[in-house]
C-alpha cells in the first residue's frame, strides 16, 4: 500500500543518486501569478522518471534482480530503467515505440540497455514488453502503475513543499498518472489546501476522460507532440489515486505546447520536449485558476528530439505571433514591391521571405500576388501591419 512513509523512504535511498532540482522563480511567463518551475528536465537522464525506476529496482528482491528486468516506454521512462539497472549490475531490456525520438532511443543504448522497437504506440510497446516478461521471466518495471514507482516520484512533491512552503497550487503533466499520483498524494497529505492541477494533450486525454466518466476508459488513438504522455489507457492505481488526490485535469493543443516550449527556451533558457512544457502551457493559457496565487509548475523532461524542436519553434513563433505570412494582390508594375516593403519596414516588421507570382486564369489580367513571410513581435503588431498595407490602399487576402 502505498503511504507517506514510503515516499519519505524513497526520498532517503535516491539521495546521491538523482539530482535534488532547482526551483525556479518566473515572474514574466504568466503576468499575474507568482509562478515557479521546477526544472526535472534538469534532471539525471534528462528526466523526472529516474526516480521511480531507481527507487523500484532498489527494492528488487534478489531473485528479481537476477533475471534481468524489462520496461515498456515513450523514451524518459527506459533511460531511467536503463542507468538504474546498469547501477545496479542488472540486465535491461526496453520495448520502447518505433516513433520514439531518435534520441531518447540512442540514449537508452547509451545507458546501457537492450532496445526492442515496437510498431505503434506506448501501448503496444506495453503489450510486447507484458508478452516477453511471460515467455522470458523478467522482472518487469511497470513506468507508471506500481507503487514503489508512484512513491518515487512523489519524493518531487517533498522537495517542492521544503524550497516554498506556502505554495497554493501545483501544475502537474499526466500521461498514465505515475508522476500527479505521487506528487499529489505527497502535497495533500502534508499540505490539503494545496491545489494540484493535471494536464494532459488533448490529443491523448485518457485520465481527463476516465475521471470524468468516473472509470477508467481506453482511447482509440492518440496523437501529440508530447509523446511523452501520449497514453491511451490510465494505470488502476493511478486512477485511482488521481480522483482521489487530484483537483482537476485539463488539456492543451499542440499549438499551446509548443508556444510554452518556445517560451521557456526564451525567457528561461530551458529545453523542454512536449510532455514538459504541457504545465507551463495550461498557466500560460488560462486553463486553471491561478492568478494571483504561487504556483509551482513541474517540468518534467527535456528529452526533446533536435529535429523536432526545430519544427515546434516554428509553429510556437506562429502560435504567438512571432511570424506572420500575409498575401496581398497587387497590379503588376514596377514599384509596387519597393512601396510594400517600405510600410512593413516603417511598422517595425522584418520580411523574412518573398513569393511573387502572376495572378491565375481568374483574376485581374494586370493583377500579380505577394506573399510576404514576416518576423513580428505579437498579434496586434501584425494588426499594425495589416492596418497600415490596407490604410495604403494594398488588398490582403
Known amino acids: 500500500m502505498l503511504t ?35 526544472t526535472e528536465n534538469l534532471q539525471v537522464t534528462g528526466a523526472f522518471k529516474i526516480r521511480g525506476a531507481f527507487y523500484k529496482i532498489s527494492q528488487l528482491s534478489e531473485d528479481e534482480k537476477s533475471r534481468g528486468v524489462i520496461a515498456c516506454s ?12 546498469t547501477r545496479n ?22 545507458y546501457g540497455a537492450q532496445v526492442k522497437l515496437v510498431d505503434g504506440t506506448y501501448d503496444d ?29 512523489g ?68 496523437s501529440t507532440i508530447a509523446d511523452g504522455i501520449a497514453v491511451k489507457t490510465p494505470g488502476e492505481l493511478t486512477y485511482e489515486l488521481c480522483s482521489k488526490y487530484v483537483d482537476e485535469v485539463v488539456t492543451v493543443t499542440d499549438d499551446e505546447i509548443s508556444s510554452a516550449i518556445l517560451t ?19 498557466a500560460m493559457f488560462n486553463k486553471v485558476p491561478i492568478e494571483g496565487k504561487k504556483t509551482v509548475c513541474l517540468l518534467s523532461g527535456g528529452n526533446i528530439d533536435v529535429n523536432i524542436l526545430s519544427r515546434v519553434i516554428k509553429r510556437g513563433l ?15 508594375k514596377p514599384g509596387q514591391l519597393k512601396g510594400v516593403s517600405s510600410i512593413i519596414a516603417e511598422t517595425g516588421a522584418n520580411v523574412i521571405a518573398i513569393h511573387h507570382e502572376r495572378a491565375d486564369a481568374n483574376s485581374d489580367i494586370n493583377g500579380c500576388y505577394l506573399r ?26
Not at 540486465?91 to 547509451?110: H, N, Q, Y
Not at 505554495?167 to 490539503?192: D, F, H, R, T
Open 4 to 38: 507517506l512513509d514510503k515516499i519519505y523512504h524513497a526520498s532517503y535511498v535516491l539521495k546521491g543518486h538523482i539530482r535534488y532540482t532547482d526551483l525556479i522563480h518566473s515572474s514574466d511567463i504568466c503576468p499575474g501569478t507568482d509562478l515557479y518551475l521546477k
Open 125 to 153: 510497446a506495453y503489450e510486447e514488453a507484458l508478452r516477453l516478461y511471460e515467455k522470458e521471466g523478467y522482472t518487469f518495471i511497470h513506468p507508471f502503475d506500481d507503487e514503489d514507482v508512484i512513491a518515487g516520484q
Open 155 to 222: 519524493t518531487i512533491g517533498l522537495e517542492i513543499l521544503e524550497q516554498l512552503p506556502d505554495v497554493e497550487c501545483v501544475i502537474v503533466p499526466i500521461g498514465g498518472g505515475g508522476l500527479i499520483s505521487g506528487v499529489a498524494m505527497a502535497v495533500k497529505k502534508l499540505n490539503p489546501n494545496v491545489k494540484v492541477y493535471g494536464v494532459q494533450a488533448s490529443g491523448a486525454p485518457s485520465m481527463q476522460q476516465a475521471i470524468a466518466k468516473g472509470e477508467r476508459i481506453t482511447l482509440d488513438t492518440v
Open 372 to 397: 510576404v513571410v514576416m518576423e513580428t513581435r505579437n498579434y496586434e503588431h501584425i494588426e499594425q501591419v495589416r492596418s497600415a498595407l490596407k490604410n495604403a490602399g494594398y488588398k490582403i487576402s
Open 74 to 85: 515513450a523514451g524518459n521512462h527506459a533511460q531511467g530503467v536503463a542507468l538504474a539497472s
Open 318 to 332: 506562429l502560435k504567438s505571433g512571432r511570424t506572420y505570412a500575409l498575401n496581398i494582390e497587387l497590379i503588376d
Open 264 to 282: 521557456l527556451i526564451e525567457q528561461q533558457k530551458l529545453i523542454t520536449e512536449g510532455a514538459g512544457a504541457v504545465a507551463v502551457a495550461a
Open 89 to 110: 549490475g542488472i540486465k535491461s531490456l526496453i520495448c520502447l515505440p518505433d516513433g520514439a525520438p531518435i534520441s531518447k532511443v540512442e540514449a537508452t543504448k547509451k
